[in-house]
C-alpha cells in the first residue's frame, strides 16, 4: 500500500470512529424514552380509538 | 399556515411513518434513537411504540392537509389529481387511521410476525397518502414562485 492509500485509509477509519463516537456520545445524552413519555403517546393513541369510534 | 411551514411539519410524519417501516421489520435494537425504558407502557416492544408515534403523526399530518386543501383551493381546483387526492384524504383518512389502530392492537395481543406484516401494511398506506401530499404540496409552492 502506498503513503497515499495508507493515510486515505486512516482518514476513512478515523471518520467512522469518530462518527461512532458521536452517536454513542448522542445516544447516552438523550437517555432513555421515559415512563411519561410512553404513558402520554399511549393515552393519545387511546384518545385517538375513541374518537375514530364515535 | 404558511406552505413553507407545512414543509417543516409533514417530512417529520413522513419521516416516522417511514421509520416506523423500518423498525418493523428489523430486530429490536437496531435502532440508534433512544431506548425505550422498560418500565413503561410499552414494556420495550419499540415497533408498537413507533407504530402509534407514526399513527399520532399521521392523524396531525391529515389535519394540516385539509387545512392546506382550504388555504390552496384554486390549485386544487385547477388540478384533477390533486382534487381526487384531497378527497381522497377527507373521505378515508378516519378509515385509514382506524385500520391502523386495529392492526397495532392485534399486534399487541399476540405479537406475531403476521400481525407485525399486516401493522406495515397498514402504515404503508399512511405513508403513500403522506408522500402524495408533498408532491401536491411541491406543485403548490412552485406555481406561488
Known amino acids: ?54 | 399556515m404558511k406552505p413553507e411551514r407545512l414543509f417543516v411539519i409533514l417530512p417529520a410524519a413522513l419521516v416516522a411513518l417511514v421509520a416506523s417501516t423500518f423498525l418493523l421489520i428489523l430486530p429490536q435494537g437496531c435502532s440508534t434513537t433512544r431506548d425505550l425504558d422498560p418500565a413503561g407502557v410499552y414494556a420495550g416492544d419499540r415497533p408498537l411504540y413507533e407504530a402509534d408515534r407514526a399513527i399520532l403523526e399521521a392523524k396531525d399530518a391529515f389535519g394540516m392537509i385539509l387545512e392546506w386543501a382550504a388555504r390552496n383551493a384554486g390549485y386544487i381546483a385547477s388540478d384533477e389529481s390533486a382534487a381526487e387526492f384531497v378527497a381522497s384524504v377527507r373521505d378515508n383518512r378516519k378509515q385509514w387511521l382506524r385500520d391502523a389502530i386495529a392492526a397495532r392492537d392485534a399486534y399487541e395481543l399476540i405479537r406475531g410476525p403476521e400481525q407485525l406484516s399486516t401493522l406495515d401494511g397498514k402504515l404503508a398506506i399512511l405513508t403513500r397518502a403522506l408522500a402524495l401530499y408533498r408532491t401536491h404540496a411541491t406543485q403548490t409552492l412552485e406555481n406561488a414562485n
Open chain 1, 1 to 54: 500500500m502506498d503513503p497515499l492509500q495508507l493515510i486515505a485509509a486512516v482518514d476513512a477509519a478515523l471518520t467512522t470512529v469518530e462518527h461512532l463516537s458521536k452517536m454513542v456520545a448522542r445516544a447516552k445524552a438523550e437517555g432513555l424514552i421515559t415512563v411519561e413519555e410512553q404513558s402520554e403517546q399511549k393515552a393519545r393513541i387511546d384518545a385517538l380509538r375513541e374518537e375514530l369510534a364515535d
